[in-house]
């Protein structure tokens, strides 16, 4: 596979895993009774879609191979699994919001330092280097910051609950 197919895929799979993710915060924001619970959910569900849509721009603007023969699933990993297992939970009825939130705990710390800043970053610099290398990776450092604020949030979440 090319660089420039490495590139397409990779962005591709970050943005259904931010949407996958967005999801999980929306349809937990709808659930919960506490609306400041609520309020804290939806943010990080409008973050998530908001850095989807990043990637997406960085997608159409890069101009990259557009690759569909690699499940995104495989390429992120474990991440990916537990994100489809909040889904099912929350498909399936009654849910333990503690238990949600200390998986996206997970998923917030992983893919913030995983997949942008160690993986992203090299394949970006590799395929348009120069100064457009570090514009772009300029955007994609406060993607990590804000990943970073989303595992803070989620911990906050799992305190004030547990507080309650």
């Given at each position: 596979m090319s660089l420039s197919g490495v590139l397409g895929l990779s962005l591709r799979c970050c943005k259904e895993f931010e949407e996958l993710t967005g999801r999980v915060y929306e349809e937990l924001s709808v659930r919960v009774g506490d609306p400041?619970?609520?309020?804290?959910?939806?943010?990080?569900?409008?973050e998530s879609y908001g850095h989807a849509k990043l990637m997406?721009?960085?997608?159409n603007t890069l101009r990259v191979d557009v690759v569909f023969e690699r499940s995104c699933r495989d390429l992120i990993g474990r991440a990916w699994e537990v994100v489809e297992g909040l889904l099912n939970k929350?498909?399936?009825?009654?849910?333990?919001?503690?238990?949600l939130l200390g998986g996206l705990e997970f998923v917030e710390g992983f893919i913030g330092e995983?997949?942008?800043?160690?993986?992203?970053?090299?394949?970006i610099k590799d395929s348009v280097g120069g100064l457009t290398s570090t514009l772009i990776t300029e955007v994609l450092s406060e993607v990590v910051e804000e990943e970073r604020y989303h595992e803070r949030?989620?911990?906050?979440?799992?305190k004030y609950l547990s507080s309650r």
């Open positions: 400041y619970t609520a309020l804290v959910l939806k943010w990080l569900s409008l997406e721009s960085l997608y929350l498909s399936g009825g009654d849910v333990d919001l503690t238990d995983e997949t942008y800043s160690k993986y992203l970053y090299s394949l949030l989620v911990k906050g979440l799992i």
